[in-house]
């Protein structure tokens, strides 16, 4: 018995190592003449818009059928990076994903997981540096592998609340950041218990998607990586005068008051709802993207608010006019069934004029080629055009793709909010301890 | 079993017996056969979700490997990342040690006390045991969302602890309160185990207290001398069961993770500030959400050596106390 | 119990007393138990405004919500999911555990004693330890996102189910297979005719066991499943319902929990006989 199980055991461990490969899949681009006679067919796309942008977004994406009367598309919504990986691996996927975090396109670069794009480029003779402005590539392409397209692009500006400043005596928004910081400590204002009523600046790190060591390290030119592509937290000293600017202002009003405020306004999840801190006027002054705008106007919010652009750190005022910038990008996930049907719709939806056009209208994103960003009447709209001037700004940037996708941006998060909760004596020593750990993922791969 | 049938004496002694012989054997050969046909399914499954998935995580937990291509041999680097540089693993392994610590004694002495009181009833003992148990009969996922709801900031746990002007803690929002609010989870499941120690409660002999009494010993030395004695294996098998299933603790975590970051954007494993990753959940987001498949394998295997050492606690003790239980003076 | 000497009354004021102090401290336990199932479902008949102001008590009774909670999800799906989980995996590991049970209790052949103690060690295996290749196999077979990974395995034997049955098969007479055996009855026959009508209450227990663990279970149906909304069971899709509504919605979530606890506490009082059955088959007394 024993002397069989030793050879049960021994054939498993060479089914093992033999049997572990994935069939690859990579030749040359599988095109087909779009024209040409079509069996109908279905397209999944996944994505992560809810509500009233995943109708905008389906509208658009069901559009294709005037191109390509044969093909159908059904959108999934509510997918957000994680769902999409998993389905990748798992050998699920959807024909087209649509992610919102750029952070992961070096990831899925790098490991395979969206297919290169290069191939179909360039059969369809696509020459991208026309198409696109240079910034867009900076997202969407890891090691001359572009595995993405952008399909809109996004800036994060502050928006501000115009009633609540000027009741306060505020005519103009704060344009460094111990401006912002004074005028959310006057705005402040509290109930007879204590409790906060109206929070002037909400500075808790994970609370809404503008609340991230991104976009405010952006503010004092932080850097994440150094030239030698080594984690610099520790060694930019900007990082920590980031984070000790954004705990005064915690301390200032209080930690825990924050938190219930936060937790009672129904935490970080009524960003996405008409119950948002900002549209309900119980937050001042905020940085979100130009999304916001057009959430503003579907849930009927009454807020009389204006936009500029975000504040800088007292020592970096040459970057006022800048701001972090992302993106939405497109990706046909390894393992989709019809590639070259996928291409078609991808092309679509990142190129197509009138396509990008109601899309940018609709979700009220700064449009991403070259062609739509010349011809949008957006820019008519003074808050809309702070995020346009945001995106054409040379200086505005998004954090160093990484092939660990956003695991440094988490870890640094929960950095974060351990400080600003008070449970980081040494902030120095923290910091270098995340570098060496940031390093150490980076080795794992 | 058909030599009944055989008429002696008509073929010779030797031919016969080495007739039987073989017919024996064959028969013998035949049961053995249908034996294997009855173990069938089992032995497919056992190799095939079993022997083979076992070696192949051996073998993944010394590879880099995502799925998407083809694992590459590491060597060692899995096991020296996570002791030496995954700071998140040692979290996890804070965490656990910190929910098995506090939970498992917690539910052992809860557990033991309401058995106490339930044996100290007469009349409506079946119905308060029912009582107490109904809630482990709530689905895991279901309990988990149902105290997420209670313990919320604005929820009626807190309206109460307001009504007598005690602190309101922001429990599942706040990472120094959230494994205290599962530790009021895991106390209201107690059921199993006190259903446990009700029976062992119920096995001590009448004359043991009897005795103690004429010795003139209070309650107190009653319980300290005869049931803590009586009922000590049933306390050990609890522990180290409770040990056992504190090192797979997952569901609850999760489930109030997942649905207490409401950011819908971030990572929701360990939310807040992974004060709730677990070794378990540790486990998962490595290998199904970032997918390093070998990592996860070579996690996997440290959880495996862990338990297998509480297991054999488990039944070496187990043979200590099913002996002493035999032989009680 | 019967004793019949008279009970002085100083003793009888006592044992009232002691009584009363019993049953105080099992009803303020009794009550504590109690207490978050009364809140749970009166948040489940509130409105959502309600569920998330102050108050305590559903005014008025929104009984729709449990209506709602299909239109608003894809509730019936969930559930059907559910139920097949639990319906097919309970066939699953009894059709498979029956005969391995049978097998190794009930005959003698060589390898028995050792089959026993596999069974035995994976009965201690952590699932963790093979879930990654698990993974990968059922990637292979293109499995992931259906509710194949979580049944076809347990037509393969599962080794609760089977160790269970051996305990209960070794407590049958064996004279009784013997009887059958002189009949000229082959092993399948003694097996279907014999044992199995005699050990129906042990069946029922694993069955009973298997579909509360598989309508109970999150790891797996999450682990494999949860790519596929069509293929989420209800324990996956409860968790999901807060990221699918982009905000909490407490009375649709209670009411979503309380539907999918109804059918474990209705199986718990139809078969409690059953259920102390199996506990105490398992060799730990209960």
């Known amino acids: 018995m024993r002397r069989r199980l030793i050879a049960l055991v021994a054939v498993a461990l060479l089914a093992a190592a033999c049997t572990a490969g994935g069939g690859d899949t990579s030749g040359p681009a599988a095109t087909i003449d779009p024209n040409a006679n079509h069996e109908p067919m279905t397209l999944t796309v996944w994505s992560n818009f809810s509500a009233r942008e995943l109708k905008v977004t389906t509208g658009v994406l069901e559009s294709i059928k005037q191109k390509y009367p044969w093909m159908t598309v059904k959108h999934v919504g509510g997918k957000d990076d994680a769902a999409i990986q998993r389905s990748i691996n798992g050998g699920t996927p959807p024909d087209m994903a649509i992610s919102f975090t750029p952070s992961f396109a070096a990831r899925y670069c790098q490991t395979g997981a969206f297919q290169d794009l290069n191939k179909y480029l360039q059969a369809d003779k696509i020459d991208k540096a026309s198409v696109w402005p240079a910034g867009m590539f900076t997202y969407t392409q890891h090691n001359n592998v572009q595995c993405a397209l952008p399909m809109l692009t996004d800036a994060y500006g502050l928006y501000y609340n115009v009633d609540l400043l000027g009741k306060k005596g505020f005519s103009q928004p704060p344009k460094t950041l111990s401006e912002l910081a004074d005028m959310a400590k006057k705005l402040t204002e509290y109930n007879a218990d204590g409790s906060i009523k109206v929070a002037g600046f909400m500075p808790i790190l994970g609370f809404y998607s503008g609340n991230t060591v991104n976009t405010y390290g952006h503010a004092y030119g932080a850097q994440w990586y150094d030239n030698a592509g080594k984690p610099s937290l520790s060694t930019d000293p900007n990082w920590a005068k980031m984070l000790q600017w954004q705990k005064s202002l915690v301390d200032a009003i209080g930690y825990d008051k924050l938190q219930k405020f936060a937790a009672k306004m129904g935490g970080g999840d009524s960003e996405w709802s008409a119950s948002h801190g900002f549209e309900t006027g119980k937050i001042a002054m905020m940085l979100d993207g130009e999304w916001r705008t057009a959430f503003i106007a579907a849930d009927k919010s009454k807020v009389n608010y204006a936009t500029a652009f975000p504040p800088t750190a007292d020592d970096h005022t040459d970057l006022y006019g800048s701001g972090q910038v992302g993106g939405t990008i497109l990706g046909i996930p390894k393992g989709a069934k019809h590639p070259a049907e996928s291409w078609l719709l991808l092309k679509y939806m990142a190129t197509d004029v009138g396509a990008l056009t109601t899309l940018a209208r609709g979700l009220r994103n700064v449009p991403s080629t070259n062609e739509t960003l010349e011809k949008t009447d957006l820019a008519a709209d003074p808050k809309f055009k702070t995020f346009i001037d945001l995106v054409k700004n040379p200086k505005s940037s998004y954090k160093p793709l990484v092939p660990i996708g956003d695991v440094d941006e988490q870890m640094f998060g929960t950095l974060g909010q351990k400080w600003q909760a008070g449970q980081v004596p040494d902030l120095q020593a923290a910091l270098r301890q995340l570098d060496s750990q940031i390093a150490k993922q980076l080795q794992l791969g | ?329 | 119990m019967t004793r019949r000497r008279p009970v002085p009354p100083a003793i009888r004021r006592r044992r009232l007393l002691l009584s009363v102090a019993n049953h105080s401290v099992a009803i303020a336990l009794s009550i504590a138990f109690l207490v978050p199932f009364v809140f749970i479902l009166a948040t489940s008949l509130m409105t959502n405004e309600q569920a998330l102001s102050q108050s305590l008590w559903p005014h008025p009774f929104r009984w729709s919500n449990f209506h709602d909670v299909f239109t608003a999800f894809p509730f019936l799906r969930y559930t059907l999911n559910s139920f097949t989980y639990a319906v097919l995996a309970t066939v699953g590991v009894v059709l498979s555990g029956v005969p391995v049970a049978y097998a190794l209790s009930r005959m003698r052949w060589r390898g028995r004693q050792a089959a026993f103690v596999l069974v035995l060690s994976t009965l201690m295996l952590p699932p963790q330890v093979t879930i990654v290749p698990l993974y990968v196999i059922f990637v292979r077979l293109h499995w992931i996102g259906t509710l194949k990974p979580l049944i076809i395995p347990l037509f393969f034997g599962d080794a609760f189910t089977i160790f269970l049955l051996r305990q209960f098969f070794m407590t049958i007479p064996q004279e009784l297979s013997d009887a059958a055996r002189v009949d000229g009855a082959s092993e399948l026959q003694i097996l279907l005719r014999v044992i199995v009508p005699l050990a129906k209450p042990a069946i029922a227990a694993v069955a009973l066991f298997q579909f509360l663990y598989s309508w109970n279970d999150f790891f797996n149906p999450l682990l494999y499943a949860g790519n596929n909304p069509d293929s989420w069971t209800l324990a996956v899709a409860l968790t999901q319902l807060t990221t699918l509504s982009r905000g909490v919605l407490w009375n649709l979530q209670m009411a979503g929990a309380l539907l999918f606890t109804l059918p474990v506490i209705i199986l718990f009082f139809f078969a409690q006989k059953v259920f102390v059955q199996g506990v105490t088959l398992t060799g730990v007394k209960g």
């Open chain 2, 1 to 329: 079993m058909a030599t009944v049938a055989e008429r002696p004496g008509a073929v010779p002694e030797q031919v016969r017996l080495a007739e039987r012989r073989r017919r024996r054997r064959r028969s013998a050969l035949r049961r053995q056969g249908i034996a294997l046909l009855f173990m069938s399914p089992w032995i497919i499954g056992f190799s095939a979700f079993y022997v083979y998935p076992m070696a192949a995580s051996l073998y993944f937990s010394f590879t880099r490997y995502d799925i998407l291509s083809d694992p590459v041999w590491v060597g060692l680097s899995n096991y020296q990342f996570m002791f030496t540089g995954d700071g998140l693993f040692w979290q996890s392994v804070r965490n656990t040690l910190w929910i098995i610590a506090f939970l498992v004694p917690l539910q052992v002495a809860f557990g033991i006390g309401s058995a106490i009181v339930l044996t100290r009833v007469k009349r409506g003992l079946s119905l308060y045991r029912t009582i107490f148990f109904l809630p482990t009969m709530v689905p895991l996922v279901a309990a988990a969302l149902g105290w997420l709801f209670l313990l919320n900031p604005a929820g009626p746990i807190n309206r109460f602890l307001h009504l007598f002007h005690l602190p309101e803690p922001l429990w599942f929002y706040d990472p120094h309160w959230t494994k205290p609010g599962l530790l009021l989870l895991g106390l209201w499941m107690v059921g199993q185990t006190m259903i446990l120690f009700l029976a062992a409660l119920l096995d001590v002999p009448s004359h043991l207290y009897e005795a103690a009494e004429i010795e003139g010993a209070g309650p107190w030395q009653r319980f300290r001398h005869v049931t803590l004695p009586m009922i000590s294996p049933v306390i050990f098998f609890s522990v180290v069961i409770g040990v056992i299933n504190g090192f797979k603790y997952f569901t609850e975590a999760f489930v109030i993770s997942q649905s207490g970051d409401q950011t819908g954007l971030d990572n929701p494993i360990g939310y807040p500030q992974d004060s709730l990753r677990f070794f378990t959940s540790h486990l998962y987001q490595q290998g199904f959400e970032a997918f390093h498949m070998g990592y996860a394998a070579a996690l996997s295997w440290i959880l495996f050596v862990v338990i297998m050492a509480c297991t054999l606690v488990l039944i070496r003790g187990s043979r200590r106390w099913v002996h002493y239980q035999g032989g009680f003076r």
